[in-house]
């Protein structure tokens, strides 16, 4: 069984940045990919960002497009989410799950549940 663990959250100030983690491990990620999700207070949860693990290609929603950039070191079995200008409306938990396709718009994971997550707080 594939446990992915999401680290790396903190308190910035806008204009700030983060890099979050996502750490596979159990055995080798062999998901087609991992996508990232936000879920904002009160919100429902938000598919930010997907990355292809085969190549690293990358999909972007467009509130993040041009401030995040995913990526994956497959042989480390970990995936990132490079966070930069950060907007108090980043403010979240974010969380990465395995994914069994490459596309944007899942509001769930595809494969297992929510993890904890990772807190992101952006102070204005």
């Known amino acids: 069984q594939v446990t992915l663990v999401e680290s790396g959250g903190g308190t910035v100030q806008t204009g700030g940045s983060l890099e979050l983690s996502c750490t596979v491990s159990g055995r080798t990620f062999r998901y087609f990919a991992m996508n990232w999700f936000r879920r904002a207070p009160g919100e429902d949860y938000d598919q930010i960002a997907a990355?292809?693990?085969?190549?690293?290609?990358?999909l972007y929603a467009d509130s993040v497009k041009g401030r995040f950039t995913v990526s994956r070191d497959s042989t480390k079995n970990i995936g990132y989410l490079k966070m930069i200008n950060l907007k108090p409306e980043d403010t979240g938990v974010y969380y990465c799950?395995?994914?069994?396709?490459?596309?944007?718009?899942?509001?769930?994971?595809?494969?297992?549940?929510w993890g904890q997550g990772t807190q992101v707080i952006v102070s204005s």
């Open positions: 799950r395995a994914a069994h396709n490459f596309l944007l718009g899942h509001s769930y994971p595809e494969v297992g549940d």
């Open positions: 990355v292809l693990w085969s190549d690293g290609s990358a």
